[in-house]
T-cell receptor, first 113, second 113 residues
Framework: GENVEQHPSTLSVQEGDSAVIKCTYSDSASNYFPWYKQELGKGPQLIIDIRSNVGEKKDQRIAVTLNKTAKHFSLHITETQPEDSAVYFCAAVDTGTASKLTFGTGTRLQVTL | ETGVTQTPRHLVMGMTNKKSLKCEQHLGHNAMYWYKQSAKKPLELMFVYSLEERVENNSVPSRFSPECPNSSHLFLHLHTLQPEDSALYLC????????????FGQGTRLTVV
């Protein structure tokens, strides 16, 4: 089955700096990679996703890059703000089979003033 | 109105109690999921229902019993739980059962005493 590793487990950045979270996956057949943000006391919220037929996707201050050859994908947050502080999860799945989303262990991002 | 609503938000139960968690989705999705979220562990998929039929049961102990009466509602019946079952239980829904663009509820924080 799929195995997703996520790094770092914690990340502290100053407001206005960029943050990068990296994930690697094991199943080369995986073709869908979402990122979720979970704030304290809330459920995970989908913030951006990417399919394997593109290498990069951007939505305002958030971007995701995918390297299929190396089997890794990354979340980039620019101009970080205090409200970006949360736990971020990556996930991977092969939507063409009966497999299900496999999640990473999460990254706790702290944006300091 | 949120897309996926879970009740109760918090639950404390004894090991001999019987309780149920409820999930309702208002997104018109045809698949619903139960996940368990424990500290420092990846999200664990417990059950998947597609069109009210259970399509996955990830070796979950029988003290957890899911029920999906229709495509909008999902229950998790709990009985004779153990303290190690204390966790955040998350419900999610998606269109199709591979988890594509899955939406999560706020979760039920369960404590077993």
């Amino acid at each position: 089955g799929e195995n997703v590793e996520q790094h770092p487990s914690t990340l502290s950045v100053q407001e206005g700096d960029s943050a990068v979270i990296k994930c690697t996956y094991s199943d080369s057949a995986s073709n869908y990679f979402p990122w979720y943000k979970q704030e304290l006391g809330k459920g995970p919220q989908l913030i951006i996703d990417i399919r394997s037929n593109v290498g990069e996707k951007k939505d305002q201050r958030i971007a995701v890059t995918l390297n299929k050859t190396a089997k890794h994908f990354s979340l980039h947050i620019t101009e970080t703000q205090p409200e970006d502080s949360a736990v971020y999860f990556c996930a991977a799945v092969d939507t063409g089979t009966a497999s299900k989303l496999t999640f990473g262990t999460g990254t706790r991002l702290q944006v300091t003033l | 109105e949120t897309g996926v609503t879970q009740t109760p938000r918090h639950l404390v139960m004894g090991m001999t109690n019987k309780k149920s968690l409820k999930c309702e989705q208002h997104l018109g999705h045809n698949a619903m999921y139960w996940y368990k979220q424990s500290a420092k562990k990846p999200l664990e998929l417990m059950f998947v229902y597609s069109l009210e039929e259970r399509v996955e049961n990830n070796s979950v102990p029988s003290r957890f019993s899911p029920e999906c009466p229709n495509s909008s509602h999902l229950f998790l019946h709990l009985h004779t739980l153990q303290p190690e079952d204390s966790a955040l239980y998350l419900c999610a829904s998606s269109q199709g059962w591979t988890g594509l663009r899955a939406f999560f509820g706020q979760g039920t924080r369960l404590t077993v005493v």
